[in-house]
């Protein structure tokens, strides 16, 4: 559901530079019409703060801001939309750069899973620190900015923007959002530190960086939806990444090849994979639900479905479908959206700064009582060696709970 919404704020929002001068009176402008609007346009903002707390914090971001740049005054704005505490209101700007390099979060740490190819070498490491501010540290100014009551949805949020300049350079984390120096370990503990430039780019995972992890079968491709049939094993593998139609390939010609290879092969097991799905819109899945909770493989022990710290939004309507229609087994980690929460996106443009405010307008209830993440039935840990070898842990607890059911 983000996703889909997030592609219609980018038409509302006006080309803007980073560095455009605006004034402190422009900032106050700015701010004293978000404490106007956003009230009256969220289906429920007061819900874990009320009218004079949010009032208080806007007017303190106003007295402070003689001295704030563009990149600090966004990250004041990250602050405020993070006191609110709904994941669906937030702050959407067009960023137009990004630092050429990804993370991921492991047992083990936070390491470089995709870099440059002029520091190919880094691959595979450690970070340590960030200009010279440790890994704690860069942690706790992301906390300012980020919800944390949910680990996973800070844990994905970071992840996301670890390499975002501006924010880095707002946060105070480096000096100009023009470089950025990363202190890195290797495997064997040897310390280098590379400086990185922005490129041109919203998405990191779009850049043509050198990349880990490619012999796990999850990125075996880059698509919408796609499967893949392991004959000798009897395992039909579904990944699901998006829940937005491919242009050139709908979902509906799509389960038209993958329903009758399950009625032809008869596969044995069939694993949903939903842990890279940021969300998109959940109606999509909602027939291949229908068909799976009427077939032979609605069994324990027969359909599977994968989460983690990266399902979000409408990824989690599906699953929490799932959870509640069929006899699933979930294994991963927990979810970085909540399984009840505000939604429904739409979005309101600042009138100096010309950034998007997002709003939810809608709450919805998928499951009456629960609160929080979706939990896996069995939770599995990551771990960098495994990345490298192309071992998935989720995938292997898999296959061993099916043994397990088959005996």
């Known amino acids: 559901m983000k996703k889909t919404i997030i592609a219609i704020l980018f ?90 390099i990804q993370f991921e979060l492991f047992k083990e740490g936070l390491f470089v899973v995709g870099i440059d190819s002029a520091n190919a070498l880094a691959l595979n490491s450690k970070l340590e620190s960030i200009n010279g501010h440790p890994v704690s540290e860069v942690m706790a100014r992301f906390k300012e900015i980020i919800q944390y009551e ?26 100009s959002d023009s470089i950025a120096t990363f202190t890195l370990s290797n495997s064997t503990g040897q310390i280098q530190k590379i400086s990185l430039k922005p490129v041109s780019g919203k998405d990191v995972t779009k850049l043509n960086l050198v990349r880990s992890g490619g012999n796990l079968l999850s990125h075996k491709k880059r698509s919408n939806y796609w499967f893949d049939y392991n004959a000798d094993k009897k395992i039909l593998y579904f990944n699901y990444s998006e829940c937005r139609e491919h242009q050139q390939y709908s979902f509906a010609k799509f389960s038209e090849e993958l329903f009758p290879i399950i009625d032809e092969q008869k596969p044995e097991k069939i694993i949903l994979d939903l842990r890279y799905n940021g969300g998109g819109n959940s109606a999509i899945l909602n027939p291949f639900i229908e068909n799976l909770s009427a077939s032979y493989l609605n069994k324990k022990g027969k359909f599977y479905v994968l989460i983690g710290r990266h399902t979000f939004s409408s990824a989690v309507m599906n699953a929490v479908r799932i959870k509640r229609n069929t006899n699933a087994i979930f294994i991963g980690q927990p979810t970085s959206g909540n399984i009840n929460g505000y939604g429904e996106v739409r979005g309101f443009e600042l009138p100096k700064s010309k950034i998007i405010v997002a709003y939810s307008t809608k709450y919805w209830e998928n499951w009456k009582g629960k609160k929080g993440p979706l939990k896996p039935d069995t939770s599995v840990e990551y771990s960098i060696k495994n990345y490298v070898e192309g071992k998935d842990e989720a995938l292997t607890q898999v296959y061993k709970n099916a043994k397990e059911h088959s005996n």
């Open 11 to 100: 038409v509302l929002i006006s080309d803007l530079s980073f560095s455009q001068t605006l004034s402190k009176t422009d900032f106050m402008e700015d701010l004293e019409f978000l404490k106007k609007t956003l009230p009256v346009k969220h289906t429920n903002l007061f819900a874990k703060i009320n009218s004079s707390q949010f009032e208080n914090k806007v007017d303190q971001v106003s007295m402070r801001s003689n001295g704030f740049d563009q990149n600090r005054f966004i990250a004041e704005l990250f602050k405020l939309t993070k006191s609110i505490g709904d994941e669906h209101t937030f702050i959407e700007v067009d960023f137009s750069k990004v630092l050429p």
């Open 150 to 175: 949910n680990p996973a949805y800070f844990d994905d949020r970071l992840l996301q923007n670890l390499n975002n300049p501006v924010l880095l350079n707002g946060l105070e984390l480096i000096d």
